[in-house]
């Protein structure tokens, strides 16, 4: 019998696309962590902590609209408020009563929305790397890491390029990251694994409708959320200002902020094995986790 905390693929339709996700854990509780992971990346990013989390929690890491396996939007919606419809249509359509919500950078966005807008469904939130304000260097080192090639003729020249961006993650650490945001062509080379809208600096998204608006400032998603968080920081980030970190703090009352040493804007890459004992212990912490 197959071991209950193996990962497996599954797929749902949700808001008019297909989304894939990637679950382990006891699939009969209906709590989930759910992970989100950021901007131009998939939910392979998450794969060592998934590991890490499952003997003791059902966990789902999603690919977001317009990566990895999960659908490309026709029209290139990929608002934030669309995002969190679709994540309303998923977690309705798993089944799960409540969630545990750890984001990324956008993942991290979303899941103060949807916290914001679902209070009685979030049970617990964990934010790395995610603050409404952002530092113009960290946006300026995405772009570079995106724009370094179209394509790679095979994964260790796609490690050689990541690897400036990646200084404070092992030589395997950053081969599963290029991995995480890579596919295989039928020729052998190694393109993008998502909308190629997101290597775009000119590409603007579209108007967002009335309905839409009330996403468009964090600060005021921020105020709204009501359950235990946790914000994660790398030690070395460029994305975000010490006091940018402060600030989010003291606008969730009762959160709490945790500092991931050796580690830049992407900590699941750079320390999984931290980031995981971080979000068990947090989780651990709240004595009405639901399972």
């Known amino acids: 019998m197959a071991s209950p905390n193996k990962p497996h693929d599954e797929f749902i339709e949700a808001n008019g696309l297909t989304f894939h996700y990637r679950e382990s ?10 992970m989100l992971h950021g901007y131009a990346e998939t939910s392979e990013t998450w794969t060592e902590c998934t590991l890490d989390l499952a003997r003791e929690f059902r966990v789902i890491a999603l690919d977001l609209r317009g990566h990895g396996r999960s659908d490309r939007a026709p029209d290139q919606d990929y608002t934030r408020a669309t995002q969190v419809e ?24 979303n899941a103060i929305c949807y916290a914001a807008e679902h209070p009685d469904v979030v049970t617990a939130l964990v ?31 796609a490690v050689d390029a990541f690897r400036t961006y990646f200084p404070y993650a092992t030589t395997d650490q950053v081969e599963r990251r290029a991995l995480a945001a890579l596919h295989q062509n039928e020729d ?18 579209p108007e967002p409708d009335p309905g839409q608006r009330r996403l468009s400032d964090l600060w005021d998603c921020v105020d709204r959320v009501q359950c235990p968080t946790m914000i994660v920081r790398g030690s070395e980030t460029d994305m975000l200002t010490p006091e940018a970190i402060q600030r989010l703090h003291r606008r969730i009352p009762g ?21 995981s004992l971080n979000v068990r212990e947090f989780l651990q912490s709240l004595a009405n986790l639901p399972v």
């Not at 854990?25 to 759910?34: E, F, L, N, S, Y």
């Not at 052998?188 to 998204?205: E, L, Q, S």
């Open 25 to 34: 854990g006891d699939p009969r509780t209906k709590h989930a962590i759910v």
């Open 86 to 109: 679709d994540l309303e249509a998923i977690i309705d359509g798993i089944g799960l009563r409540s969630v545990t919500l750890v984001g990324h950078a956008m993942g991290g966005a």
């Open 127 to 157: 934010l790395i790397e995610t603050a409404p304000e952002v530092l113009r260097s960290g946006v300026e080192t995405l772009r570079r890491l995106l724009s370094t090639a179209e394509s790679f003729q095979s994964v260790d020249e």
């Open 188 to 205: 052998g080379t190694y393109v993008w694994d998502f909308d190629p809208i997101f290597r775009d600096p000119t590409a603007r998204p």
């Open 255 to 275: 959160s709490r902020v945790s500092l991931i040493e050796d580690a830049g804007h992407w900590v699941p890459t750079d320390q999984p094995a931290a980031l």
